[in-house]
């Protein structure tokens, strides 16, 4: 049977699109997307998994994330993700519910819906198009050095059984931005670079006293030890070498074009039409490592993530110096929520590649996720130092940043932020995060100032204007916060913390029916929504005014 050339459905498309806006940060844009494809094939599993990723509250994401397992109730990435947000849920309820202890009822409810630290990069890069890769073929990594390409193409004309770690060392990984893992699968092998990302730049989690914070998050892994026991470094020889005789020149130029011709169909999104040529390649060249690792890349894209774990495997055992292969294994075992063996590939593949920035952020992101917020600021630092001006760096302050907010280093935090606007100066999540570390130091209109340039940039984003309501009220122009909540409200009508804030307001002004009515309406939403702990408290407070 031919290979088919069909091409992704339009949810399959939007899926993809999708993905991308939240790899680059872009959440906003990531969830209309996420949500377009769902509602165009509500059981699209990838895209529920992914909009997991992309949800404004831990709520949403858990809604997501049954959704996915309703669909395939075997999906593990969805059933650790969910076993991973029942303790957050309840640790943010607890701490919202000790804050308005602390708290007179005047004071706003600074509730932060969702953690802003930015997603895992895209997997990975394909492999280069062998002697005849174009400059364009570096889509996210222009760091490669060209030095490797040239030695690969060396190492290929010479008879022995090194040619096939020539090829292996001809990639070098690089990363597409969401901060880190949001989750995107891997892409072809072009003398580029491996990362990950995953279904996630927004996690769910609420700082105890601050404001909302934007952020964009793939599907949370499991929780696992803060460090991982990298595996032992691999021998500079591949394990084939010494039991298997040099691939045939002519046969490993045929099997180059058999992977040149699936890596054009991988570029156009054809990843079933790619998968058959990069069979054929290996079929024709069983010892070309670069073919299994494409293939790899492909057989992920389509959901099959055992076959992406064993073409990896296989890439791996032919040629352990690749350090792309080990960041795209360990993208997907990030997918799958394994997050202790996609922190030892991760690991691995800096061990072979010390400048392998990518592998450098996801790890980062995962160290995140598991509370390490001093590994994490120590991998994006590195990631930094390897790239300071590439195309994600400026997602990558974002994201050091949030560690540096989670280590209370808020000066440190600010700086980051700052130089993350300088290097992309719509990048929404840099000025509400700011925001949110300059509420820790009491600057409110600072913070003020950072809200509004967030909304002037995503006018349809709720929550600079449910944080900018809370300093409006902090500072005693309730007028103002009401306003802001209210716009809060329209763009999200079941955002319980902004009616709750607003029954604050209303409270204020005297108001007491609308306040009432306010909290109310919030401890509804809050059950709605899993969240017990703040519907007792906006409950009490409408109970407080009753006569």
């Known amino acids: 049977m031919p290979p088919s050339n069909e ?11 999708g993905i991308d806006a939240l790899g680059s940060g872009d959440t906003v844009h990531a969830r209309e997307l996420l949500t377009q494809a769902v509602t165009i094939d509500p059981t699209n599993e990838r895209a529920w998994l992914w909009l997991s990723g992309a949800a404004a509250t831990d709520t949403e994401r858990r809604t997501c994330l049954e959704r ?10 969805a059933r650790r993700g969910l076993a991973q947000l029942a303790p957050i849920l309840a640790s943010t309820a607890t701490a919202a519910s000790l804050t308005i202890l602390e708290k007179a009822d005047t004071t706003p409810v600074v509730s ?7 997603a895992p990069l895209p997997v990975s890069e394909p492999s280069s198009l062998s002697a005849l890769t174009t400059p364009d073929r570096r889509p996210t990594s222009p760091t490669t050095p060209a030095r490797r390409l040239d030695a690969l193409l060396a190492l290929l004309g010479v008879v022995c059984g090194i040619i096939i770690l020539g090829g292996l060392v001809l990639f070098r990984t690089a990363f597409r931005s ?34 909302t914070a934007v952020a964009a998050a793939p599907v949370q892994p499991t929780v696992l030890p803060q460090t991982t026991t990298p595996p032992p470094a691999v021998s500079a020889v591949s394990a084939h070498s010494a039991t298997t005789t040099p691939p045939d020149p002519e046969a490993r130029r045929r099997a180059e074009d058999a992977k040149n011709r699936g890596l054009a169909k991988q ?11 990069f069979t054929e390649a290996i079929r024709i060249d069983p010892q070309y490592a670069l073919a299994y690792y494409d293939r790899g890349l492909s057989r992920d894209h389509l959901g099959d993530t055992q076959g992406a774990i064993d073409d990896f495997n296989e890439a791996i055992s032919l ?6 292969t080990y960041a795209a294994r360990g993208y997907v075992y990030m997918e799958l929520g394994d997050a202790q063996r996609a922190i030892s590939d991760y690991t691995q593949a800096i061990r072979v590649n010390p400048d392998n920035a990518r592998a450098y952020h996801n790890r980062g992101y995962l160290r995140y996720l598991l509370g390490d917020y001093k590994g994490a600021v120590d991998d994006y630092t590195d990631e930094l130092r390897i790239d300071p001006d590439g195309p994600y760096a400026a997602t990558s302050y974002c ?9 209370r280093q808020y000066q440190a935090a600010i700086e980051d932020c700052t130089q993350a606007i300088q290097l992309d100066p719509r990048l929404v999540s840099a000025y509400v995060n700011r925001g949110l570390d300059r509420d820790a130091l009491g600057d409110y209109k600072s913070a003020i100032e950072d809200y509004t340039t967030a909304i002037q940039i995503a006018p349809n984003d709720p929550i600079p204007y449910l944080n900018r309501g809370a300093d409006y009220a902090a500072l005693g122009d309730y007028k103002a916060a009401l306003a802001d909540q209210d716009e809060a409200i329209r763009l999200r009508p079941d955002y319980a913390a902004a009616y709750e804030n607003r029954g604050q307001d209303r409270q204020a002004l005297g108001d007491t029916k609308g306040a009432i009515a306010d909290y109310e309406q919030a401890a509804e939403f809050y059950e709605q929504q899993g969240n017990a702990a703040a519907a007792r408290r906006a409950r009490a407070r409408a109970a407080a005014l009753k006569p």
């Open 112 to 118: 932060a819906d969702f953690d802003s630290h930015p």
């Open 178 to 211: 969401s901060t880190l893992p949001v989750l995107q699968p891997p892409s072809p092998s072009a003398s580029v670079q491996a990362a990950a990302v995953a279904p996630p730049t927004q996690l769910t989690i609420q700082p105890t006293m601050q404001p």
């Open 399 to 407: 994201a050091r940043g949030e560690a540096h907010y989670k280590l």
């Open 7 to 17: 091409l992704y459905t339009p949810g399959d498309k939007l899926t993809q699109q």
């Open 267 to 277: 570029r156009k999104g054809d990843d079933r039409g790619a998968l058959a040529d």
């Open 319 to 324: 040629d352990p110096n690749y350090s792309n």
């Open 68 to 77: 996915v397992l309703a669909i395939n109730p075997q999906n593990e990435a």
